[in-house]
């Protein structure tokens, strides 16, 4: 596996966040499935409904409301979207994960059905009741260009 942006966010998430910067979420999964069949998922209800299982360790809740930023970079052609790296405090201890998956997603409304998959990231950590930070790549979640 590796790191994506979703089919229906290609060429959209810019968009989606320009028009509301605190509708990101971050999502962790403890099973995946191949990019190809993930990357085709239009909601995060039908991605949920398949193979990837969402985390459900000790103190684990989505992180929403999350602030979008767009970096406009006229000299290289592109737009980067970041946001702010994330913590769990406390992640697991009495029932604990391995993740496999971060999901950035954006918000259009507060049912999985109506929240859209941005982009997927590689993880590999097992949650063990310590704070778990997830660190943003420093060029930003994803890149269009």
Known sequence: MADGIFNIAKGAWAEMVRDSTTDVILMLLKTSETESTL????????????????????????????????TVDDTNDRVDLDIADQTFSSAGG?????????????????????????????????????????EINGSGVCRAS
């Open 39 to 70: 990357i085709d998922y239009d909601d995060v209800a039908a991605m949920l409904a398949g193979t990837p299982v969402e985390a459900d360790f000790t103190n684990y809740a989505r992180k929403t409301g999350l602030t979008g930023t767009l």
């Open 94 to 134: 009495a029932s604990n994960n391995t993740l496999v998956k971060v999901i950035i997603a954006y918000e259009n409304a507060a049912a999985d059905a109506t929240r859209v998959p941005i982009s997927h990231h590689d993880i590999s950590v097992t949650t063990d009741g310590n704070d778990l930070t997830i």
